[in-house]
Each structure stands twice: as structure tokens, then as C-alpha cells.
């Protein structure tokens, strides 16, 4: 069967992906002026935005030490809020709470709602359901009045934590607090908890209730509920839930509809769906976008269906769909994978000479991929790359790297990185632990393992007990 994309305006097929073997990359030919002209460029801009990373994060850590004393209670309001902020959008929970502590000093705090919601947010992402407990007992001290947005968020909170009965808790608690209602994004949030625990019995009950409150169903709704069942692999539901969407005439299906139903049939590797609602969705009007395409990518290439994927990037090049940094990645890691190094790098390569920079998820890609090849050389080279580059190493990064030298059994390179990622700051998981722990065992090296398990103890049992007492006002 052939995929083929749809003009909605007429109905017509437009083009056809047919299945030619994959070109490669043609070399981007340019002046060595301009070379030079666009390299500087992308330095001057990469160097720009370090600097301000850099003196953000300094910023940030000065504001955290003057938290941990009694006497800064007339700081500069700007720079306790940014610090705040930046802390918040890094979910840097430790650091975050640590500011607002400070913060709840100052002379001039006032508290705000809007805060404490941002801040229950956070600890939702960072799984810490307890200090968002303890956040909504001081906003009440403070003498706020919890708003919907707070009460949503600390559902949020307790439901992607897998507290499901306190989430269900504080929905009933919503009910008895005037203009704090529940309203359809609260019971979004409570149904996209459900699915993500698999309480699939519990999405009806969901529903029903918000049937006899009077709330009807909006597109938000109906595709939580569809992409939660196609997440899940419960393909039946999803389509059922999806013709109740198209049945309801107030709420059509939408490109995230349309890209949670394809998503969810290639992960499966359920190719010929996947193909047939491609073309059902554009005969609904629904055009794909950048991410459809991305889906499509990906799922061909987890099928190793890698002429069709050429041919999607194909045709992405002839209708100007630029190539974004994700359709890149799965480029890579597919070819990786599948260990096809030589056409992993082609695509690194091109997406170098696109002037797209390198994240941490496309290193990762490529030393999973040399590891595997046992090219433990350019693991080296990719470590030396990202070294010189602006992008934050973050803790996959080092598991990667770590898990690379540990397989390998080089101790003592493996041991390198583990201090290099504590010198930058970089936590450790429970995947740095299980790694470095293997490698130990493999090497008989007992008694080295048996100090880091005891470690990894120390680290998951240390900050929770130290905080929850370090932050009151």
C-alpha cells in the first residue's frame, strides 16, 4: 500500500511516496567567504547565548547561597525573581524552593497565587508530591485563597507522582470551595493521570462525572482519552473514543488528533494503519505538520523500513518541510540502532552542514551507537566534540558515555567521566548507579560496587530529609 498525501481543498491526490532507494546527500557546495562569514556568525551567536546561560546560572547560585541566611531580607526584587524563574524553568526543584524560602523574607514579598501555581507545576515534572504538600500548606498560612489554577496543579502533582486517591482527593475538595470548581482542564489533567498509570477503568467514571456536573467535552478531552488508549496499545478504545470525537459535531478532530493516532499505530509497528489515517485524517481537512512528519520517520524507521523513510525525507525537501533537530535525532538513532554507522554519520554530517547545532539527545544517539560497534576511538571524538561546544551535558549524556567505557571494561576512564559529571554538577540516577555497579561486577571488582550501591543510597535518602526542614519560613 502506498501513503499518499491528500489536498483537502479538492480531495485530490497531490503526490505519491513512492519507494526509491535513498539518495544520499549531495556535498553543500559555498564560497570559503562565506564559509568563514556564516562560521563566525554561529560563533558569535553560540558564544552570546553561553554567556548568558553562564551568568544566569550564576546569578542563580548567588541568590541560593543567600538563602541559606537570616540577614538578606531586602534583596534586589529582580534579582530574586529571575533566579526564581530560571529555576523554575530548569526544574531545578532543590534550588527553586530554596529562593522562595528567600524570597517569603523579603520586606517587600507579596504573595501571589500565580507563584505558588508555577511552583506546584515544577514539583509536578520533578516527582515531589510531598514538598508540593507542604508548598499548598504555606500558601494558606501566607493568607491566600487557593485558585483553580493551584488546586489543578496540585491534582497534577499527586497523579503523575501515582498518588491517584489524593489526586481524586483534592477534585472532591475543589467541589466544596467556592469559584474553585473543577473545570475541564482539571479533570484533563486528572483523565491524562489515569492513562499514564494505565487506570483505564477509571477514565468512564471521569467522563460520567463531568456528564452529571454539566461539563461537555472539549477536543482537549477527547484527545487525552485517544492518545492515553494508543499510548497504551488498547487500538479499539482509541478508535472508538475517536468516533465519539467525530460523532460529537462540536469538537472535530485535530492535528493532534491526528498525530496522536499515527504516533500511536507506529510505535506498534502497525505500518498499513498508519498509512490508511494518514489519508483519512487529510481527507478530513487535517494537513500534517512537521511533527506528522517526524511520526512518519520515525515509525518507518522502527519498522526498518529505511526506503520509505528516505522517501518521506524526500518529499519533506521538495514541499519545504525543513528538517527539524527531532527529525535529525530519529534519522540518527535509527540508523544507529540498526548499526549503520556509515549512514548515521552522513546524516550528522548534513545536519552540521544545515547549520543545525548538535543536542545532548543527538550525542547520546551516536555513542550508543559506536559502543555497540565497539568503536570506542570515536566515542572519544564525540566526547571531545560535545566538550567544545555550548550544550549542557546533561545526566543521559554521561550515562551514555559511562555506560560505554563500563561495558567495555574501562575502569578507569569510566570512573574519569563519573567525577567529571559531579564536577559539572550533574546528578547521578539510578541508571549512573546500575551502570557503573555492572561494570564493577563484570570486572570482579565486589567490593567497588558494594561502596557505590551504598552511595547510591546515600544520594536517593539524603536531599528529601535535608530540605523538607530547610525551607520554612
Known amino acids: 500500500m502506498e501513503l499518499h498525501l491528500v489536498d483537502p481543498a479538492n480531495l485530490r491526490l497531490f503526490s505519491s511516496i513512492h519507494h526509491p532507494r535513498t539518495p544520499k546527500f549531495s556535498t553543500i557546495k559555498s564560497s570559503k567567504k562565506d ?81 505558588y501555581t508555577k511552583l506546584l507545576v515544577m514539583l509536578g515534572k520533578c516527582n515531589q508530591p510531598n514538598h508540593a504538600g507542604l508548598l499548598f500548606e504555606i500558601m494558606e498560612s501566607d493568607g491566600l485563597q487557593p485558585t483553580i489554577d493551584v488546586y489543578t496543579a496540585l491534582v497534577g502533582v499527586y497523579g503523575f507522582s ?13 467541589k466544596s470551595v467556592s469559584d474553585c470548581k473543577p473545570d475541564v482542564y482539571t479533570y484533563s489533567i486528572l483523565i491524562k493521570c489515569c492513562a499514564k498509570l494505565r487506570r483505564f477503568d477509571m477514565i468512564g467514571i471521569i467522563l460520567a462525572e463531568m456528564s452529571y456536573l454539566g461539563i461537555e467535552c472539549n477536543a482537549t478531552i477527547y484527545n487525552t482519552v485517544i492518545d492515553g488508549y494508543g499510548k497504551a496499545g488498547l487500538f479499539e478504545q482509541m478508535e472508538h473514543a475517536l468516533s465519539d470525537m467525530i460523532e460529537s459535531g462540536t469538537c472535530l478532530p485535530d492535528i493532534y488528533t491526528f498525530n496522536s493516532v499515527i504516533g500511536a499505530f507506529g510505535n506498534f509497528g502497525q505500518i498499513d494503519k498508519v498509512e490508511s489515517w494518514f489519508d483519512q485524517f487529510q481527507l478530513m481537512g487535517i494537513k500534517p505538520d512537521i511533527m506528522t512528519f517526524n511520526i512518519l520517520v520515525r515509525s518507518y524507521g522502527k519498522a526498518s523500513m529505511y526506503e520509505k523513510m528516505g522517501s518521506v525525507l524526500d518529499f ?19 540508523y544507529g540502532k540498526a548499526g549503520n554507522v556509515e549512514k548515521m554519520e552522513e546524516y550528522f554530517l548534513k545536519m552540521k552542514h544545515q547549520g543545525m547545532k548538535p543536542n545532548s539527545i ?23 566534540q560535545a566538550d567544545n561546544t555550548d550544550v549542557i551535558l546533561d545526566t543521559p549524556f554521561f550515562n551514555c558515555v559511562i555506560s560505554a567505557y563500563g561495558r567495555a571494561g574501562n575502569i578507569e576512564k569510566m570512573v574519569e567521566l563519573f567525577s567529571a559529571m559531579e564536577d559539572q554538577q550533574c546528578k547521578p540516577d539510578s541508571i549512573t548507579f546500575a551502570s557503573m555497579i555492572q561494570a564493577y561486577q563484570e570486572q570482579g571488582m565486589i567490593e567497588a560496587a558494594q561502596e557505590l550501591e551504598h552511595k547510591m543510597l546515600m544520594c536517593s535518602g539524603s536531599s528529601e530529609v535535608k530540605l523538607i526542614g530547610s525551607w520554612h519560613h
Open 316 to 334: 519533506m525537501k521538495k514541499r519545504f518541510y525543513s528538517p527539524t533537530i527531532v527529525t535529525f535525532n530519529i534519522v540518527i538513532e535509527t
Open 362 to 384: 543527538t550525542y547520546c544517539s551516536l555513542v550508543s551507537a559506536y559502543s555497540k560497534s565497539g568503536l570506542l576511538d570515536k566515542v572519544d571524538s564525540i566526547i571531545r
Open 162 to 174: 501515582g498518588l491517584l486517591d489524593k489526586a481524586f482527593h483534592t477534585v472532591d475538595e475543589m
Open 35 to 115: 564559509s568563514i562569514t556564516t562560521s563566525k556568525g554561529l560563533q558569535k551567536s553560540s558564544q552570546k547565548e553561553l554567556s548568558r546561560i553562564l551568568r544566569s546560572e550564576a546569578a542563580t547560585k548567588n541568590i541560593v547561597k543567600k538563602a541559606n541566611s537570616n540577614k538578606y531580607n531586602n534583596l534586589n526584587p529582580k534579582a530574586v525573581l529571575d533566579a526564581l524563574d530560571d529555576a523554575i524553568k530548569g526544574n531545578d526543584w532543590e534550588s527553586a524552593l530554596k529562593i522562595f524560602s528567600l524570597l517569603r523574607k523579603q520586606r517587600w514579598y507579596i504573595p501571589k497565587g500565580q507563584t
